[in-house]
């Protein structure tokens, strides 16, 4: 049955120490979400609330994927467990039943452990209500995110999930989703090991959190209760890869008034390329968006003298040394495929620390201090030997020692195009760098990096008054600092280089002399393809790029970004005194003052404010793109602002069987985003022991954050019309109004016996989201009325007249986008066979996430309709890059059967087909990279898949716990799609087969 207030609870104890990590001592923190106060709390009910405020907890703890295995090893070690008054996501009021109308799910260290164990990444990843995330490290699934993860729920973006470390607040990252403009915090900072359970609040929260927490909160809560030492490594790998290591050592000390628990974890990647795996191994004719692009090197040579006139010979000649190093003809260009030289895993090495000290004082007051550091470094990020260049029609004079070389290697080349012997100049398009590799490395990808740096600090006091009433103060600073450095080519040096001026040594102003060298565009200058099996037969030793030439050419595009945000919370609850049918009624009354902070400092090669040109120092020109070919410049920033908001929360107990909780929050950002005041009300009615119904309804809002406001940035993304990779070049909006969304959740709690269920129907209505306008309808609008557009002003053409073939760049603002209604449906059952085959216990289970819809209004821009409405499910949703991939639904199972100390779970995962929007457009210039050359039906719809896993867990007498999972154990791997990586990074799984073993050891302790 559900139990109520004060009455005995056989249920949930089993509950209980079925799950034993969930110690709500071990975890009781002095902040929301999770609040114990024993000594101080005397005269209040020493009970653990009903089970069922979660709803579908128990089952989403059984299937979700988990934390690694230090983790639950922690819960060996933890101190017999006092049950304590828990606050748990969603409330401020201590006492707060868990059956209460919120829809939480709890994932436990230790059911997670028997899932498997993986990376909170890989967590995050396999959760229904998460739609579309980042978190590889590799620049196509993680939009230039390499190193960071995060959580999307419901497919509203993840900047619109907020996230906590027990209970307080963590800054964003540093650098914010390329294609949506959106900050989000970086779950990869928190340490795995030190978690003690993990509470996701699927449902509007901003009446008591404040912003960003529109589609919901995921609150990571550690386990302080540790005694003794625990030592913990876990070792996964997959074909193709040197695998991936995980380490930590976790000491925890427990006195009578005080604890102290530290852990220390450790993460290793090794490089996988795209070039070890066989998903990456698709030829043009498969799928041409696998990385190709018609701006390669080899390129291709233009008659000077006959562009725009009638002139004998063919225009477009392509390098005859293409195939020869690798490349594939094809649709008039040498196609340059740069996924070869890109990683799927990059190198990562990461180093987290946590510390938390406890003590209660002897009148009853407890002081928390924690602390966290953590580093991740990407020292080798991988990618093409360079960029396509935004100009890429270069004039090459005929005098050019490797034209004339490629002539003598070719020597049919003139006698079909006699141009090419006479003119006194040709054009060439291409890159610098492209199949023969980056000479500056011996010939292969450019290499740049990325590193991260964090730390934070948490504080408070909390205590009671004489009257009972609790309360809570408590301070947060926490700060993240991240360098990212990419190599491109500079203009003007490349330019130098080619009329023969290139090189460090160069003096004088004779081309090829007194250490001035020519840089060579054309096949006879690569050796070898880096890719190839074989020699290049035309090579020509004389006019080979030099790996000085070639590191002279390029340099570092690098930017340090800082974000902080310092937090001051107090809080006071306790009980009115006025009763109720069911009694009396609690209250909370809080106050927050926030301050958040972002900096940008750019080197000078990309400050805007020092290059704006191509000619380094230059600042007056027609065209200021910067000194790179490709990487436009950025400006620096250094803003911050004050947030300050009050909040009140009242539980009604109405009857024995009806209560509500009402939450009412102002927050005021000042100056033109302004205030806003948002309520929530949540009811829950026990029908029967068994049955409890819930529903909640309420607003949220969300300002935009600092990096939205201002400055401009540059990534580079698959034009469909071009058919290459362009670049975009977004910019900030001072005029950007607030985001607000009303949420509604109402649903059933179902339990009796060894069977328990959830189902809840949810809905929200998202007013003015901050989205980056989609390059895609603009760019089409623009070739659809080249003249008389009005946004021909923001697209760069390289050539008249306008062509998607002579298209270079285009400019997107961040903007409120259009309005979204989105619903669904959550399910879950559970059920439990306690003794069977002598002894042993079976367990069945099941959860599923559906979307029923996901409604976009039609994207106005400047008074012009440039897309129609749509919804968003069951598409990739590659034409609106602020919404990630959507299948309708998600699905797992798990059976589980447990024996003494053996453990052994299956579980199985299944994601509905989608379908690519893309082949609906009306036409390849429209978009329709479906009937673009060469015309493919494949990839129009991404097939469903099905994961299966299988985990064991032995944990021996003497604290010893060995685990083995094989993951996708039929090496389904992830199904097809038309993308640079041959497959939907944001949803599917492409490693294959994946083998995993853990070990954990407990020294000393209790």
């Known amino acids: 049955m559900i139990g109520r207030k004060g009455e005995d609870r056989p249920k949930l104890w089993q509950f209980y120490h079925r799950h034993p990590f969930l110690d709500v001592a071990a975890s009781s923190q002095m902040v929301p979400g999770f609040s114990g106060n024993q000594a101080a709390g005397a005269g209040r009910e020493n009970t653990m609330r009903g089970r069922f405020f979660c709803g579908a907890s128990a089952f989403a703890v059984a299937v979700a994927a988990g934390l690694m295995a230090a983790g639950a090893a922690q819960a060996q070690g933890s101190g017999p467990a006092t049950v304590e008054e828990v606050v748990v996501t969603g409330s401020f009021i201590r006492g707060t039943p868990e059956d209460a109308a919120l829809p939480v799910d709890v994932l436990t260290a230790d059911e997670l452990q028997k899932s498997g164990a993986p990376t909170i990444k890989d967590l995050i990843k396999t959760l229904g209500v998460s739609s579309g995330t980042d978190g590889e490290t590799n620049q196509f699934s993680s939009n230039g995110l390499e190193g960071l993860s ?50 996701i609040l699927k449902d509007g929260a901003a009446a008591l959190y404040g912003s960003d927490a529109i589609a919901g909160v995921v609150n990571f809560i550690t386990n302080r209760r540790l005694s003794g030492l625990v030592a913990s490594a876990d070792y996964s790998t997959f074909d193709g890869s040197d695998g991936e290591w995980n380490a930590s050592l976790a000491y925890g000390w427990q006195g009578d008034n005080t604890s102290w628990v530290t852990t220390v974890g450790y993460n290793f990647r090794s490089e996988t390329s795209f070039d070890d795996v066989d998903v990456a191994k698709v030829s043009f004719a498969e799928n041409p968006q696998s990385g190709y692009s018609g701006i390669g090197n080899p390129g291709r040579i233009l008659n000077a003298l006959a562009v725009g006139t009638s002139a004998p010979g063919t225009l477009n000649v392509i390098d005859p040394g293409c195939t020869n190093v690798g490349g594939t003809i094809a649709n008039g260009a040498c196609q340059f495929r740069f996924i070869p030289f890109d990683n799927l895993v990059e190198e990562e090495t990461r180093y987290q620390i946590f510390s938390e000290l406890n003590h209660r004082f002897d009148n009853g007051v407890e002081a928390h201090v924690e602390v966290l550091y953590a580093n991740t ?74 590193s991260y740096e964090a730390y934070r600090i948490s504080a408070g006091l909390k205590g009671e008054f004489e009257n009972g009433w609790g309360w809570d103060l408590a301070f947060t600073h926490m700060e993240d600092v991240g360098l990212r450095s990419t190599n491109d080519t500079f203009v003007d040096r490349f330019n130098r280089a080619l009329g023969g001026l290139g090189g460090p040594n160069c003096t004088g102003t004779t081309p090829g002399a007194n250490g001035c060298l020519f840089y060579n565009p054309f096949s006879t200058a690569i050796k070898q393809g880096a890719f190839s099996s074989a020699p290049n037969p035309n090579f020509v030793a004389s006019v080979e790029n030099s790996p000085a030439l070639a590191n002279w050419l390029v340099g570092a595009s690098a930017t340090e970004a800082t974000t902080k945000v310092t937090v001051f919370d107090a809080v006071v609850d306790g009980e009115t005194g006025f009763e109720l049918g069911g009694g009396n009624v609690a209250f909370a009354l809080g106050f927050q003052y926030r301050t958040d902070a972002y900096a940008l400092d750019p080197n000078d ?139 509604f959740n109402v649903g059933a709690v179902f339990n009796r016996g060894d069977f328990k269920g959830s189902i809840d129907f949810w ?40 062509t998607a073939a002579t298209f270079e760049r285009i400019r997107v603002n961040i903007a409120n986008g259009p309005d979204v209604n989105t619903s669904g449906i959550d399910a879950s059952a559970e059920y439990s066979i306690p003794d069977v085959l002598g002894g042993a216990a079976v367990t069945f289970g099941g959860d599923m996430s559906y979307v029923l819809e996901y409604k976009v209004d039609a994207l106005v821009i400047d008074g012009v309709q ?76 991404i097939d469903s898949s099905l994961q299966q896993d299988l985990h064991y867990r032995w944990k021996g007498d003497n604290d010893l716990t060995i685990t083995a999972s094989v993951i996708d154990l039929f090496d389904e791997g992830a199904p097809f799609a038309r993308f640079e990586t041959n497959f939907d990074p944001y949803t599917g799984r492409a490693f294959g087969r994946t083998f995993k073993i853990g070990v954990s050891k ?4 209790f």
């Open 605 to 743: 090669n990309a400050d805007f404010t020092k290059n704006p040109c191509a000619v380094p120092g230059q600042t007056n020109c027609t065209s200021k793109t910067g000194v790179f070919g490709f990487l436009a410049p950025t400006t620096p920033a250094d803003v911050d602002r004050n947030v300050w908001a009050v909040f009140t929360e009242l539980n009604l107990p109405f009857s024995e069987q009806f209560e509500g909780q009402l939450a009412i929050r102002h927050e005021d950002y000042g100056g033109s985003i302004g205030a806003t005041t948002n309520p929530k009300l949540s009811l829950r009615y026990e029908v029967t022991e068994d049955l409890v119904l819930r529903g909640s309804a309420g607003t949220t809002f969300r300002g935009p954050s600092l990096n939205q406001l201002s400055g401009q940035f540059t990534s580079l993304a698959f034009v469909a019309q071009a058919g290459a990779f362009k670049a975009i070049d977004t910019f900030g909006n001072s005029a950007l109004d607030p985001e607000t969304a009303t949420t």
């Open 150 to 199: 995060n959580v999307n729920l419901r497919g509203l973006g993840p900047a619109r999930t907020l996230v906590l470390l027990n209970g307080r607040r963590m800054v964003s990252a540093p650098y914010g989703i390329a294609e949506s403009a959106q900050t989000f915090v970086d779950t990869n900072l928190i340490p795995a090991a030190a978690i003690g359970r993990i509470e």
């Open 763 to 802: 809905s929200f209505d998202f007013k003015d989201p901050i989205i980056v306008e989609p390059f895609g309808p603009l760019l089409a609008n623009v070739l659809a009325n080249p003249t008389g557009s009005p946004f021909a002003n923001r697209v760069t053409f390289s050539a008249n007249p306008p």
């Open 377 to 450: 470094d990407v020292p080798k990020w991988k990618t093409s030997p360079s960029y396509p260049p935004q100009r890429p029609v270069i004039v090459v004079p005929t005098s050019h020692p490797g034209f004339q070389a490629l002539l003598a290697q070719f020597p049919s080349l003139a006698t079909a195009n006699p141009w090419l012997a006479t003119a006194p100049a040709v054009l060439w398009t291409g890159r610098s760098f492209g199949w023969g590799g980056f000479p500056g490395n011996g010939g292969g990808a450019q290499v740049g990096s990325r």
């Open 866 to 941: 440039i897309a129609a409405p749509f919804d968003a499910v069951g598409r990739f949703n590659r034409t609106a890059g602020y919404i990630r991939p959507m299948p309708q639904w998600k699905a797992n199972v798990f059976v589980e059967y447990a024996r003494d100390q053996h453990n052994l779970r299956w579980v199985a995962r299944y994601i509905t087909d989608y379908k690519d929007e893309r082949g609906d457009l009306p036409s390849a210039a429209a978009g329709n990279i479906f009937l673009a050359a060469p015309v493919l039906d494949r990839g129009r719809t």
């Open 1002 to 1005: 407990k020294f000393g302790g």
